[in-house]
């Protein structure tokens, strides 16, 4: 709190001295940001993301811009892009686990969570990939399979996957889970998960829940 | 609105650039460079009380003299240097789990400062 002299609770005397209350100042900046972001501290990196990787997620997100919402809404948004690891995985089957950190848990509602990946294809051809939502219910140690999309892929290049409230739900738990069946051997080969610049990713756009929601009728 | 410069007096607006590069958070957030945490400082005597820190007409200047002129007891005490319209701040940063971040924080950057 700086001494303050006179009515007003937060002017300062025009002779306030920048230089000798510098590092008041970047103290009172990095408070001021990391209230606003709802974090009690700097997050230290855990994973490193690659520019490349950085810049491609940017790049298709601009491309394919979320609907705006209907209503006009005060709430602080965030657009949370999360880089799949992959898990459990074999010939038949390619299980991707995307983390969402405590922002996602409790205060906020989940909008939207879009599922985006690379397919490498030979020309002219069509292959048929399920995607699988699966979700780890309490008290049980299995997964349990929640919905399946099945795609048509018929070229080379990004596919694009509007996941449903299952996803969404399980984003805000902070764990989602997606199972990649493809239908033929040549579209599990086709799938490009560990190149830097392609890995596969999920956008989330989450909303911080207000303390009480006041709608205007 | 009014920048301070010099040793002004009257309510201003002190800009302040915060560099994260200098504070050691460049590693997290990936944009913007720095964060401009500007300030409303200085004095706000009675004849410029309610005057929006936008230049003023000259209604506002006769008003200003009206109100300067009359008994120092009939206008209200103590109005302040306050921040009359600010804008948000777009973040894109790293989270502990490595997701990419996007964020407007709203009404972060004071851009004009004017007396209540």
């Known amino acids: 709190n700086l001494e303050t002299d006179g009515p007003c609770p937060a002017c ?78 074999n010939i038949n089957q390619t299980r991707l686990e995307f983390h969402f950190s405590d922002r996602t848990t409790g205060g906020v509602e989940v909008l939207q969570t879009r599922f985006m990946f690379f ?27 929640t919905s399946q999309y099945t795609l048509q892929v018929d070229a080379s290049g990004w596919y694009q996957l509007l996941l449903g409230p299952e996803a969404q739900a399980a984003c805000s738990q902070g764990h989602l889970t997606l199972e990649l069946v493809p239908e033929s051997q040549l579209a599990h080969s086709s799938l490009i998960l560990d190149r830097f610049s392609h890995r596969p990713f999920v956008a989330a756009q989450v909303r911080v829940e207000g303390k009480h929601r006041v709608r205007r009728r | 609105g009014i920048n301070c410069q010099g040793l002004s007096r009257m309510c201003c607006r002190q800009e302040f650039f915060v560099d994260f590069r200098e504070i050691g958070w460049h590693d997290w957030i990936i944009q913007p460079e720095g964060y401009a945490m500007n300030f409303c400082t200085g004095q706000c005597p009675l004849h410029v009380a309610g005057m929006p820190g936008i230049s003023a007409s000259f209604h506002t200047a006769v008003l200003n003299l009206l109100k300067a002129n009359t008994d120092a007891g009939t206008a209200g005490r103590g109005s302040c240097c306050v921040p009359t319209s600010r804008r948000p701040l777009s973040l894109l940063y790293y989270d502990r789990d490595s997701n990419i971040v996007k964020t407007d924080i709203p009404d972060m950057v004071v851009e004009t400062c004017g007396c209540s």
């Not at chain 1, 490498?120 to 349990?144: A, E, G, H």
């Open chain 1, 12 to 89: 300062w005397g025009a002779t306030f001295d920048l230089e000798s209350h510098r590092e008041l100042l970047l103290d009172l900046a990095k408070k001021s940001i990391l209230d606003k972001l709802h974090l009690s501290q700097r997050p230290t990196l855990s994973r490193p993301v690659s520019r490349e990787a950085l810049k491609t997620a940017l790049r298709r997100l601009r491309g394919t811009r979320a609907e705006t919402l209907l209503e006009h809404d005060q709430r602080q948004e965030y657009e949370i892009i999360s880089f799949a690891d992959t898990g459990l995985s």
């Open chain 1, 119 to 145: 397919m490498q294809l030979p020309p002219n051809t069509t292959q048929t990939m399920n995607i699988r939502v699966l979700v780890l219910r309490p008290y049980d140690t299995n997964l349990t399979l």
